[in-house]
T-cell receptor
Framework: AQRVTQPEKLLSVFKGAPVELKCNYS??????LFWYVQYSRQRLQLLLR??SRESIKGFTADLNKGETSFHLKKPFAQEEDSAMYYC????????????FGKGTRLHILP | DSGVTQTPKHLITATGQRVTLRCSPR?????VYWYQQSLDQGLQFLIQ???????AKGNILERFSAQQFPDLHSELNLSSLELGDSALYFC?????????????FGPGTRLTVT
């Protein structure tokens, strides 16, 4: 079965400090991992996906199959990064659905 | 703007009532997904439709039902409403059916049950 775990409900980080939002997954097949972000009063939007291996708004995430993790990182937090972040697990198997973690609220302190 | 629209934006109703939430997917997207977002449960997948047919079911209560019409818009029906049904309901769409595809989310409908 697919499962996504985001262990932190809330993460408070000072502006300029490094950020790491944790995500662990469980899936027997070949996973597709995503990070979605929801800024205050806005809709969820895709931040990045592991297959693109790109950096968006300074964020990166590396898929670690050995540790079954897809942690989201940014070296220097900015106030505009305050938002709700959801890790999501999908699969290219057409019978599997995309599963979202419960989310981590990132609060950047001035 | 993702191209996914949802109506209404807000809905306030009483316990025991029935409501219908509407979603129009992005042009060309065949899959529609419904999610419930609450403070304690996070984002919960409810149900997925693909080209008019139910594709996958999540944590959807029996009091809830959905359908996707020939023009691909979808409706989520919530009946015998309880206080605990108060939440933000999101619709998302994607071009295909596989779980590895990016989903585009609508702005959500905020349901308040009093």
């Amino acid at each position: 079965a697919q499962r996504v775990t985001q262990p932190e409900k809330l993460l408070s980080v000072f502006k300029g400090a490094p950020v790491e939002l944790k995500c662990n997954y469980s899936y027997s097949g070949s996973p597709e991992l995503f990070w979605y972000v929801q800024y205050s009063r806005q809709r969820l939007q895709l931040l990045l996906r592991h297959i693109s291996r790109e950096s968006i708004k300074g964020f990166t995430a590396d898929l670690n199959k050995g540790e079954t993790s897809f942690h989201l990182k940014k070296p220097f937090a900015q106030e505009e990064d305050s938002a709700m972040y959801y890790c999501a697990l999908g699969a290219m198997n057409r019978d599997d659905k995309i599963i979202f973690g419960k989310g981590t609220r990132l609060h950047i302190l001035p | 703007d993702s191209g996914v629209t949802q109506t209404p934006k807000h809905l306030i109703t009483a316990t025991g009532q029935r409501v219908t939430l509407r979603c129009s997917p992005r042009s060309g997207d065949l899959s529609v997904y419904w999610y419930q977002q609450s403070l304690d449960q996070g984002l919960q997948f409810l149900i997925q439709y693909y080209n008019g047919e139910e594709r996958a079911k999540g944590n959807i209560l029996e009091r809830f039902s959905a359908q996707q019409f020939p023009d691909l818009h979808s409706e989520l029906n919530l009946s015998s409403l309880e206080l605990g049904d108060s939440a933000l309901y999101f619709c998302a769409s994607s071009p295909g059916v596989a779980g590895g595809i990016e989903q585009y989310f609508g702005p959500g409908t905020r349901l308040t049950v009093t």
